[in-house]
């Protein structure tokens, strides 16, 4: 079975504040992605990478930065955390740009910026 | 937009009876997905539908996609209150991306 793991469940930081979202896979996947998830919004893509070093925005970069120097791991950067990226930040993983194949997600990290 | 909406965005119903949630969408697809996410949890992939499928069965769910509508339908049988979560369609547009709408609140009550 495919894991994702996320590196914290909850997390609470300060305005200003430089914060890290790890997520890493053992499955050996090209791509993992970011959401971010908010009530009445959905999910919503913040960036996704294809490979190593490789990576795209997605529809809400503003405020966000990625790096993946690792197959298994994908990090999402908070430069300068703000209250309004208060949100449930998903990390989730694909085995192939090819059609036909799930998400597997992890399980999630809600980050509060005080 | 591309994403699919979930209709309706809430849904409570006896243990027992079946759950019917529909997903519509503007565009043509490669294949539409449904996900389940438990409450504060991660989303998990429950089934998914080619555009070229009519209708696909996992245990207790069903699928349904009329391609020609842009709309698809998940039937949940017996339900359980197990099934108490968010549902989300995904439809696939033919890229690496999946574009999520709100879902639907299910609630089973026991």
């Known amino acids: 079975d495919v894991k994702v793991t996320q590196s914290s469940r909850y997390l609470v930081k300060r305005t200003g504040e430089k914060v890290f979202l790890e997520c890493v896979q053992d499955?050996?996947?090209?791509?993992m992605f970011w959401y971010r998830q908010d009530p009445g919004l959905g999910l919503r893509l913040i960036y996704f990478?294809?490979?190593?070093?490789?990576?795209e925005k997605g529809d809400i970069p503003e405020g966000y930065s990625v790096s993946r120097e690792k197959k298994e791991r994908f990090s999402l950067i908070l430069e300068s955390a703000s209250t309004n990226q208060t949100s449930m930040y998903l990390c989730?993983?694909?085995?192939?740009?090819?059609?036909?194949?799930?998400?597997?997600f992890g399980p999630g990290t809600r980050l509060t910026v005080t | 937009s591309q994403q699919g909406e979930e209709d309706p965005q809430a849904l409570s119903i006896q243990e027992g009876e079946n759950a019917t949630m529909n997903c519509s969408y503007k565009?043509?697809?490669?294949?539409l997905q449904w996900y389940r996410q438990n409450s504060g949890r991660g989303l998990v992939h429950l089934i998914l539908?080619?555009?070229?499928?009519r209708e696909k069965h996992s245990g207790r769910l069903r699928v349904t996609l009329d391609t020609s509508k842009k709309s698809s339908s998940l039937l949940i049988t017996a339900s359980r209150a197990a099934d108490t979560a968010s549902y989300f369609c995904?439809?696939?547009?033919?890229?690496?991306?999946?574009?999520f709408g709100t879902g639907t609140r299910l609630t089973i009550i026991p």
């Open positions: 499955m050996d996947h090209e791509n």
């Open positions: 539908i080619r555009s070229n499928e």
């Open positions: 989730a993983t694909l085995p192939s740009l090819a059609a036909n194949y799930e998400q597997y």
């Open positions: 995904a439809p696939n547009f033919g890229n690496e991306k999946l574009t």
């Open positions: 990478s294809y490979d190593v070093k490789m990576k």
């Open positions: 565009t043509s697809i490669n294949n």
